[in-house]
């Protein structure tokens, strides 16, 4: 049980090492791998991410603490093999075309995979068609789309037009972020949810993939 | 030209000019082009922006080179063309200005993180900011202002980067803070304190904040970095935070209320004011305004 524990604030301290030896160890004690996932790296990011509402921490305590996270999912990933990791759901994320700023999206990709949710991070300047495209083929429940220039922004309602026109609006649900686009912006096109920060993202995911 | 660093140790209060990203896109920059492919393409639009801040009433004009780094243009595949596309900004705005107002070289973040949090290591950081800012100097800037920085770290080797060029060349270092419950902070966690102190140790000779907040915020951004520095202090705000008309942008703060709230930051004893994101030569034209008025 302690165990658990001890890889939850590890995780939250950023400690690549400590994390792997930790996850090893836990295995070996006969800890189920979905425990060990949900109870630990889970458990310490979710811990993160609250803090990182709270302004208690900022970027560079949460980047290290998804190094730490990813360390701890590439020793679980092996024992997951057949079912693959187990998730909350299918995220396709990026950046829209235009844009190359990424530090918002890679931010709300960390929180997503924090949080239990597979992520697809198509990276950025990410075209409409692929957004769809790849959501439709990877079956991906909703598309996360972030801007940060006042220019690009409007790429996010062509993703939403597409996806009305193939009748998938509804079923692959959308949300937007960054910081030119706002709750109205995404009404006005017509998008699911916009998230204000990353933390507020995760919620949003959480609802719109708990109504599909 | 009187040096810029005694001006601003005489007590002078100097205008800067405003927003460059949204004149380039009025002439004809496109999403998804960066804005420094005018310095290969359309050096002739850079010199007419740099008229319209002069004519306006700067006395500081900034070169179209926030994201003239090597690692910064790499994204666009230009890393090859940094000298050219430095020399190329400055020359423009030099002709522009033609002595009559100080030419600086705009030196942003290189959108990369530095170890632990990211794959760059110091060196190359510094080598990153001394390539750009060598370039720059090559081509005559009268200052550097490195600016929009997040991340102490970074904005440090920025500011060593411009000193192993020069180290009589004025440097300004802003950073750009979010208004959090807790304070203002930048999205790295830098407080302003940090910031003012940090800049100051790094090797700056003007400090201060750019972009990220209208003018009301400014004002508790500078009254805090005042308190914790003796060096002249650099403001420059956005026109508001965007609101949206349809698929527009539009900055909501005018000429005229930036110019009132500029008189605070003017009895703050800010040195340098002037404007980024959304502001246009009619906000720079208001601020000279108040700035001359505030020394009857």
């Keep these: 049980m302690d165990l658990l524990q001890d890889i939850s604030l590890a995780l939250q301290e950023g400690n690549c090492e400590k994390i792997e030896v930790l996850v090893r160890q836990a295995l070996s004690a006969q800890v189920f791998p979905k425990d060990v996932l949900d109870r630990g790296l889970i458990a310490g990011m979710n811990v993160i991410g609250e803090k990182y509402k709270n302004h208690e921490i900022f970027l560079p305590e949460v980047l290290l603490a998804a190094k730490a996270m ?28 235009g844009d190359i700023h990424d530090i918002g999206k890679n931010l709300v990709a960390i929180m997503l995979r924090g949080a239990g949710f597979d992520v697809l991070d198509l990276g950025k300047d990410v075209p409409a068609e692929k957004f769809v495209e790849v959501a439709v083929k990877e079956e991906a429940r909703v598309i996360g789309m972030s801007a940060l220039l006042t220019t690009t922004m409007s790429a996010m309602k062509e993703v939403v037009e597409r996806l009305k026109k193939r009748g998938l609006d509804g079923k692959i649900k959308t949300i937007i972020g960054g910081a030119p686009v706002s709750a109205d912006y995404a009404r006005h096109i017509g998008a699911d949810a916009y998230g204000y920060d990353s933390v507020n993202a995760v919620e949003w995911i959480r609802k719109l993939t708990a109504q599909s | 030209m009187r040096k810029l660093l005694e001006r601003l140790a005489a007590g002078d209060v100097l205008v800067a000019d405003g927003a460059m990203g949204t004149m380039l896109m009025e002439r004809g920059l496109q999403a998804g082009q960066p804005p420094e492919s005018f310095n290969l393409e359309h050096i002739d639009v850079l010199e007419e922006i740099g008229r319209e801040y002069l004519s306006a009433g700067a006395d500081i004009i900034q070169t179209n080179t926030f994201g003239a780094s090597r690692l910064k243009l790499s994204q666009y595949s230009l890393e090859k063309q940094v000298a050219e596309i430095n020399k190329n900004a400055v020359l423009a705005v030099k002709r522009a200005v033609a002595e009559r107002a100080y030419v600086s070289g705009s030196c942003g973040p290189t959108g990369k ?33 490195i600016e929009t920085m997040i991340d102490l770290q970074e904005a440090t080797y920025a500011i060593k980067g ?13 950073m750009t803070f979010d208004h959090t419950p807790k304070g203002f902070y930048t999205v790295m966690g830098v407080g302003i304190e940090e910031a003012a102190k940090g800049l100051e140790i790094a090797g700056a000779d003007v400090v201060g904040s750019n972009c990220g907040n209208g003018i009301e915020n400014m004002i508790l951004i500078a009254k805090e970095f005042k308190q914790y520095t003796k060096l002249p202090v650099i403001i420059q705000s956005n026109a508001g935070k965007p609101e949206l008309e349809g698929d527009r942008a539009v900055y909501p703060e005018t000429p005229d209320f930036m110019a009132v709230k500029a008189r605070e930051l003017i009895s703050l004893g800010v040195s340098i004011i002037g404007g980024c994101c959304g502001t246009t030569p009619a906000h720079i034209r208001a601020l000279r305004k108040a700035v001359d008025s505030s020394r009857d």
């Design chain 1, 70 to 97: 990813y360390k701890g999912m590439d020793v679980l990933k092996p024992l997951f093999l057949k079912s693959g990791i187990p998730t909350l759901g299918r995220v396709v994320i990026g950046t829209v075309q």
């Design chain 2, 113 to 145: 993180f530095l170890k632990p949090y990211g794959d760059i290591e110091p060196q190359e950081m510094v080598d990153v900011f001394r390539e750009q800012i060598g370039a720059l100097v090559d081509a005559g800037v009268d200052i550097i202002c």
């Design chain 2, 162 to 174: 411009a000193r192993r060029i020069s180290s009589s060349i004025p440097v300004m270092a802003t």
